[in-house]
């Protein structure tokens, strides 16, 4: 598959959020008036932070630079649902010119979660594993990373199966403590990977510390950040060079969308990004795009409100005695709160929990009314998940025990519904 495509320079640095007017045929008569008083009001990424600078983060998430079409004013981003762009003049390309390279509606996206990340580039694939697969391309044969030792089964398989055939060598260690990751240190490891809170286990890693580690043996560090969202916990403030989300879950938040995006730390490590992107093509379409951009304008609201309920689920689990262990941050015993409220302005709506054995897993998920039971989490209906045979099917039993998903161990992701009616329904599924 070829195509004549120019590389362009990261969206961080990028003149616009035009959203393609450049171009596009220009309008005649009112409609050129409306669109010339309109494009005056038009901001560059670096234009539309500053304006935000001040302001909270609830109000970037609605007002975040391309809210308003330039050509008509509606208040939605439009969808630019196109392969290709003409050349006006082919001596002077246009800013978009082949959708694999970029998309107007895409990038909308892409400054949207650069801005709430606070970095130099965002970039959107087409799943979570296609942003963390591009990420860790950035890497070459030879290369030794660290990672998270109860990482997602996804990464881990990516990483054991796949980029250990391209001499590309692991080390994974418990990231809670930084003697483990510093006595993981190589002559040729070049990356630190990190999940915080990890999943399903929830352990928190010091993101503050780990970057100030790396960055003096010239580490590039790397976080799955999709459990918190930018709307808790921005790594990039914390020193964090490229951070990662599987944007199906609390970004999207309707489990309608399947989405990755990057955003990078400086323009250095986005202009890498941005050619593995389009060199490996594993881009996000145009609807997909704005379906997230929609979902995200909402996190803040969704968050807080099933933060609200993942507090009081766990809280209820840990009075259990038949619950074997609880795994939520925002508990007092965690032995990863300070840290936690160090970093992160929240805990999170992830709840796991212990039930004792693989059976009684079993007969807990056949039991319940209301959780959905499937793969996947961060959405307006709760999800009830065992990791075991979903999330972490890819680990070997011996690897999984050995980092804390025991058989028994489910993960909760607290919805939307009302918090009395799901502990309600998990109470009749555990009655023996």
Request: glycine share 8%; no cysteine; proline share 5%.
């Amino acid at each position: 598959m070829t195509n004549e495509s120019n590389d362009k320079q990261p969206h961080g640095n990028e003149e616009s959020l035009r959203t393609g007017t450049e171009a596009a045929a220009q309008p005649q008569g009112r409609a050129a008036d409306q669109a010339g008083a309109a494009a005056d009001q038009l901001r560059t990424p670096e234009e539309a932070a500053a304006a935000l600078a001040n302001r909270h983060f609830d109000t970037k998430l609605i007002h975040f630079g391309a809210e308003i079409d330039p050509v008509t004013g509606a208040s939605s981003v439009p969808v630019y649902q196109a392969s290709t762009f003409h050349h006006f003049d082919i001596y002077n390309p246009p800013q978009y010119d082949y959708s694999r390279s970029g998309s107007p509606t895409r990038q909308a996206l892409e400054d949207y979660i650069a801005l709430l990340e606070g970095g130099a580039g965002g970039y959107a694939f087409a799943s979570g594993m296609a942003a963390i697969s591009a990420a860790l391309m950035i890497f070459s044969a030879g290369d030794h990373l660290i990672v998270t030792e109860d990482v997602y089964g996804g990464t881990y398989r990516l990483l054991t199966t796949i980029l250990s055939r391209m001499n590309i060598e692991t080390t994974f260690v418990d990231m809670t403590d930084l003697e483990q990751i510093k006595a993981a240190l190589k002559p040729n490891t070049k990356g630190v990977f990190m999940e915080t809170p990890s999943n399903p286990t929830l352990k928190i890693t010091d993101l503050g510390a780990v970057a100030d580690w790396a960055r003096e043996h010239d580490l590039i560090t790397l976080v799955d950040n999709t459990f918190m969202t930018p709307y808790y916990q921005r790594p990039i403030e914390q020193g964090v060079d490229i951070v990662l989300h599987s944007a199906t879950k609390f970004l999207g938040g309707h489990s309608d969308v399947l989405a990755g995006l990057a955003v990078a730390r400086t323009p250095e490590l986005a202009a890498q990004l941005k050619k593995l992107q389009n060199g490996l093509g594993t881009v996000l379409g145009p609807q997909d795009s704005w379906l997230l951009i929609r979902g995200m304008k909402t996190l803040g609201a969704r968050m807080d409100r099933s933060e609200i309920g993942a507090r009081r689920l766990a809280q209820w689990l840990s009075e259990r005695e038949d619950i074997q262990a609880v795994y939520y941050p925002g508990l007092a015993d965690h032995p990863g709160r300070e840290i936690q409220e160090k970093q992160s302005t929240g805990y999170g709506a992830v709840v796991s929990f212990d039930v004792g054995s693989e059976e009684r897993a079993k007969r807990l998920l056949s039991r319940v009314k209301l959780p959905l039971v499937a793969v996947s989490l961060g959405a307006v209906e709760s999800i009830l998940s065992y990791p075991p045979m979903m999330s972490h099917a890819a680990m070997p039993r011996e690897v999984r025990l050995e980092r804390g998903i025991a058989d028994g161990l489910l993960r909760f992701s607290v919805g939307l519904e009302n918090i009395d009616d799901l502990i309600a329904d998990l109470d009749q599924a555990l009655a023996d």
